[in-house]
């Protein structure tokens, strides 16, 4: 699977977007770009995923580059409790499943 | 209704004893993992079981050995403890194999004195 790259860590104030970056250059055709975030001392929670396309839930919205090596994650009006690691992960179609963390990404939400 | 469930939370013990972590889902997946969380945080696959079936197997020491009665459990069983297998066990589940989330459970933290 595919390396992605991520900033170590950001701050956002309440109420603001949160925008995440997650670089994937060497992406695949037959990859997805999934986001999960982790908050302290929790499992791994499901934010979103995309191949291509834009993607919108009710919890973010995911923007994918038109050639695939990067992609934004945005959390339109982040809360304290959006304080976590947010990790960036890109898995191979019918990979049966296998997500391979990376460092992720710190972020903290202010007051 | 707790989605996926692991007993113990957390979990010490002494080098050398052997232990076991349980994990149930109620979701009615398919397809179940062992993840593994050490000190500097890093998350890492350790099995897949899908259908009972071990599908996925990430070269982890074979003192590791999970165990699925069924499809909505799946155990881990640790022989012969040692300090480096201090960590937290994330359990989790997915519909299937494919693209479908998965959820995680709270996580066991595992304490080797």
């Known amino acids: 699977d595919a390396k992605t790259t991520q900033p170590p860590s950001m701050d956002c104030a309440e109420g603001r977007a949160a925008n995440l970056p997650c670089n994937h250059s060497?992406?695949?055709?037959?990859?997805?770009v999934y986001w999960y975030r982790q908050i302290h001392s929790q499992g791994p929670q499901y934010i979103i995923h995309?191949?291509?396309n834009n993607e919108t839930n009710e919890m973010a919205s995911l923007i994918i580059t038109e050639d695939r090596k990067s992609s934004t994650l945005i959390l339109p009006h982040a809360t304290l409790r959006d304080t976590a690691v947010y990790y960036c992960?890109?898995?191979?179609?019918?990979?049966?499943?296998?997500?391979?963390f990376g460092a992720g990404t710190q972020v903290v939400v202010t007051p | 209704d707790t989605a996926v469930s692991q007993t113990p939370k957390y979990l010490v013990t002494q080098m050398g004893n052997d232990k076991s972590i349980k994990c149930e889902q109620n979701?009615?997946?398919?397809?179940m993992y062992w993840y593994k969380q050490d000190s500097k945080k890093f998350l890492k696959i350790m099995f897949s079981?899908?259908?009972?079936?071990?599908?996925i197997n990430e070269t982890v020491p074979n003192r590791f050995s999970p165990k699925s009665p069924d499809k909505a459990h799946l155990n881990l069983h640790i022989n012969s403890l040692e300090l480096g297998d201090s960590a937290v066990y994330f359990c989790?589940?997915?519909?299937?194999?494919?693209?479908?989330?998965?959820?995680f459970g709270p996580g066991t933290r595992l304490t080797v004195l």
């Open positions: 995309g191949l291509k």
């Open positions: 079981y899908n259908n009972k079936e071990l599908i």
């Open positions: 992960i890109v898995r191979v179609v019918g990979s049966w499943g296998k997500l391979q």
């Open positions: 979701l009615g997946h398919d397809t």
């Open positions: 060497t992406i695949s055709g037959n990859e997805y």
């Open positions: 989790a589940s997915s519909q299937d194999r494919g693209f479908n989330e998965q959820f």
